[in-house]
């Protein structure tokens, strides 16, 4: 299964997929997501889901369920945007609440075993190369606190650059 994240619009999201997506589940901010509350709930009173019983309240068993993740975000400061960042936030059940150390460095043990590929594409009209290597940095950081592997980091002006190059 693949997952794709995107804070593109319907019209925008259409373009670069204009064919159904089979074995796909799409992740988009089309309803309000709630911030994460951070009361570790997803780890204690119901593992594996958060308790915001919302639309985007089974990602983290989406998460467990794909071998690919698609990122599409518009570049903030070489982060995510605010949408994209809140789903990962309340991605946290995808982690085991318990520690280990990789890299040197402590990080959430796993709590599912499936491999996941994550490929990200920025798009902004200005995307300066600090912003890029600080982005190129966060995914790496969020792939190793998540156990993927980066696919790949791209930076484009807007949509129409991407056209043709996602599948």
Request: glycine letters at 8%; a neutral charge; hydrophobic letters at 35%.
């Amino acid at each position: 299964m693949r997952i794709i994240i995107h804070d593109l619009g319907n019209t925008d999201f259409q373009k670069l997929f204009p064919q159904p997506l089979d074995d796909t589940m799409v992740i988009a901010s089309d309803a309000k997501i709630h911030h994460c509350l951070g009361c570790f709930g997803c780890w204690t009173k119901t593992p594996g889901a958060c308790v915001i019983r919302d639309k985007y309240g089974d990602i983290g068993e989406g998460f467990s369920k794909c071998s690919e993740a698609l990122v599409f975000s518009r570049c903030y400061y070489g982060g995510f945007s605010p949408f994209v960042k809140n789903v990962f936030d309340r991605s946290i059940s995808y982690m085991h609440p318990d520690f280990r150390n990789r890299y040197g460095e402590m990080h959430h043990k796993r709590r599912y075993k499936n491999c996941v590929d994550l490929l990200v594409f920025f798009y902004g009209e200005d995307i300066t190369e600090r912003e890029q290597q600080v982005a190129r940095d966060l995914v790496k950081a969020n792939a190793i606190n998540m156990c993927w592997d980066v696919a790949g980091v791209s930076f484009s002006h807007g949509i129409a650059e991407l056209e043709g190059r996602v599948s």
